[in-house]
């Protein structure tokens, strides 16, 4: 049974920094699409960054130059660094591992920025 699960959101003042953390069981990160995506209330969930390969890395546009996509493939973790957080970086983020067609998520983590 594949796992995908998100850690480290949490309550941050604005400007501040939060690293988040994916991990999955049962699925190798190595070999997949993963990228994170956030989703605050009342608007759609909304792509943010992701990483295949040998670290490829793209950026949506409104977190190109703050937030950063890693990935440990011996820890099979997917970190995204979020500097320069603000009020509208406040989001439930989630994690997805894809690959031929297979989707996996996590539940989610929430971050909150205050001002």
């Known amino acids: 049974q594949v796992q995908v699960v998100e850690s480290g959101g949490g309550l941050v003042q604005a400007g501040g920094s939060l690293r988040l953390s994916c991990t999955a069981s049962?699925?190798?990160?190595?070999?997949?699409?993963v990228a994170w995506y956030r989703q605050a209330p009342g608007k759609q969930r909304e792509f943010l960054a992701n990483?295949?390969?040998?670290?490829?890395?793209k950026y949506a546009d409104s977190v190109q130059g703050r937030f950063t996509i890693s990935k440990d493939n011996i820890k099979n973790t997917v970190y995204l660094q979020m500097n320069s957080l603000r009020r509208e970086d406040t989001a439930v983020y989630y994690c997805?591992?894809?690959?031929?067609?297979?989707?996996?998520w996590g539940q989610g983590t929430q971050v909150t920025v205050s001002s």
């Open positions: 997805k591992a894809d690959r031929h067609g297979w989707n996996y």
């Open positions: 049962g699925i190798t990160f190595s070999i997949y699409n």
């Open positions: 990483i295949f390969g040998i670290n490829i890395a």
